[in-house]
C-alpha cells in the first residue's frame, strides 16, 4: 500500500458540534475526548498512517483552535497535518471543498475523506484500490446493519455502482448504509461549489449519480461504530481497550481495563470490562468499575458502582452511590447513595447532595 501511493492525501472531517454527547463537548470537541486512554482522532490517524496516509487536512470549525496544540504538525504520528477552518459552517461538502485548498494532490489523485466520529476496521487500503481499479469519481464505505430503517440506505447495483441515496424509511430496500469513509478523485471535489453550504449526502453524490459518473460502494461487515451518543462512545472506548477493534494508538496492551500514568486502583477494587481508568484517576477500595471511561483526576470512592458510564474529569462519585448508563461532567460531584441510571447526565460543577436522586425505594 505504502510504495504504490507513497503521497496518498487525506481530509478529516472534524467540525461538528457534538450536541448528542454534551455535556462532554461542552468544553472539548467531539473528536478530542479521550477514547480508550488517547483523544478519539489518535485512534483514526494512527490507522490512515497504516494504510500509507502521510498527510491530513483536519476540516476544522467548532472550537477550531483546540486542535493544533494536540497534533501539532503531526510529525509525533509520523504525520504532515495541515488545518482549515470553516468561519461558518458549511455542510460536508462545503467543508472538503474548502479543506482542498490545502492539498498538493493531482486532478486524476485519489483523496481519503474521513469522518472524526467514525471508529471502522474496515481495509481502507482496498476501498483505495478498488476506487483507482474502477476509475470512479468517488468511492464509499458502505456498512451492512441490522437495523437499517435507523439510517439512510444506499443500494447498488450487481456491479457496486451506487444507485441512490434513500432517506430513513420504515421499509429499506437494501441494508447497507453510508458508513462516513470516502474516497475522492481530486477533480471531483473541486467541481463542489466554493464557500457554499454543500451536504455530499444530499446533494453532491445524488448529482454525480444522476449526471452518469461513477459512484461506487465499497461494501463489507466489518466493525463499524458512529460514536455519536453517550453509549456508543463507552462502548467505542470498551472495544478498543478490550482488543474487539485493532488499533496502533492503544497506549497499553488489551484487556478487562487500561490504566494510564499516575491513576490508582486498590487492590480490592473490581475494574473491568475495558475500562479506561484516566491519569491520576483514584479507584479505591471496594469499588466496582465495569466497561466505563473515568477521565483524568476523577475519584471513585470506596463502595460505589460504575457500569457504563463516563465520569469526567476531576469528577467524584462518593461512596455508595451508583452510576449506570449515566455522564458525569467535569467536576462534578455525585453525593453518597444517589442512583443514576437510564441515560442521566449530569452537567460540569453540579454537586448533587447525599441521595439526592434515587430510582429504588429503599432506604
Same mark, same amino acid.
Given at each position: ?21 454534551? &455535556? ?6 467531539? &473528536? ?115 437495523? &437499517? ?56 453524490? &445524488? ?157
Amino acid at each position: 500500500m505504502e510504495s504504490s501511493l507513497p503521497d496518498l492525501e487525506a481530509i478529516l472531517l472534524v467540525g461538528g458540534q457534538g450536541t448528542r454527547l454534551r &455535556p462532554l463537548t461542552l468544553g472539548t470537541p467531539k &473528536p478530542l475526548l479521550p477514547t480508550a486512554g488517547v483523544p478519539f482522532l489518535a485512534h483514526q490517524l494512527a490507522r490512515a498512517r497504516s494504510f500509507g496516509v502521510r498527510r491530513i487536512v483536519f476540516a476544522t470549525s467548532y472550537k477550531a483552535s483546540m486542535f493544533e496544540p494536540v497534533f501539532g504538525d503531526g510529525s509525533a504520528f509520523g504525520l504532515s497535518i495541515e488545518y482549515m477552518t470553516e468561519e461558518t459552517p458549511l455542510g460536508t461538502g462545503g467543508a472538503i471543498r474548502n479543506a482542498a485548498e490545502a492539498l498538493g494532490s493531482g486532478p486524476d489523485d485519489p483523496v481519503l475523506i474521513l469522518n472524526g466520529d467514525i471508529l471502522s476496521g474496515h481495509d481502507i487500503g482496498d476501498q483505495i484500490r478498488t476506487h483507482l481499479r474502477r476509475s470512479a469519481a468517488v468511492t464509499l464505505h458502505l456498512t451492512e446493519v441490522d437495523d &437499517p430503517t435507523r439510517f439512510g440506505c444506499v443500494p447498488t447495483d450487481d456491479d457496486g455502482r451506487v444507485t441512490a441515496f434513500l432517506e430513513k424509511t420504515p421499509n429499506p430496500v437494501t441494508n447497507r448504509i453510508n458508513a462516513g469513509c470516502y474516497v475522492f478523485t481530486r477533480s471531483v471535489i473541486d467541481q463542489i461549489p466554493r464557500g457554499e453550504v454543500v451536504s455530499v449526502e444530499r446533494q453532491t453524490f &445524488p448529482g454525480l449519480i444522476e449526471s452518469g459518473e461513477l459512484v461506487l460502494g465499497y461494501a463489507d461487515r466489518t466493525y463499524w461504530l458512529d460514536v455519536g451518543t453517550p453509549a456508543a462512545f463507552v462502548r467505542g472506548s470498551r472495544d478498543l481497550v478490550l482488543g474487539r477493534l485493532a488499533s496502533p494508538a492503544l497506549p497499553g496492551p488489551t484487556g478487562e481495563y487500561l490504566v494510564l500514568d499516575g491513576a490508582v486502583v486498590s487492590p480490592e477494587a473490581k475494574v473491568q470490562g475495558g475500562s479506561t481508568v484516566g491519569a491520576r484517576a483514584v479507584v479505591e477500595a471496594g469499588a466496582s468499575v465495569m466497561g466505563s471511561v473515568l477521565s483524568d483526576d476523577c475519584v471513585i470512592h470506596s463502595g460505589a458502582t460504575v457500569t457504563d458510564s463516563v465520569v469526567g474529569r476531576g469528577a467524584r462519585v462518593c461512596a455508595g452511590a451508583v452510576v449506570c448508563d449515566a455522564v458525569i461532567g467535569d467536576g462534578a460531584v455525585v453525593g453518597a447513595g444517589n442512583e443514576l441510571q437510564a441515560g442521566v447526565r449530569i452537567w460540569p460543577g453540579i454537586e448533587l447532595p447525599e441521595r439526592a436522586v434515587r430510582y429504588s425505594s429503599d432506604v
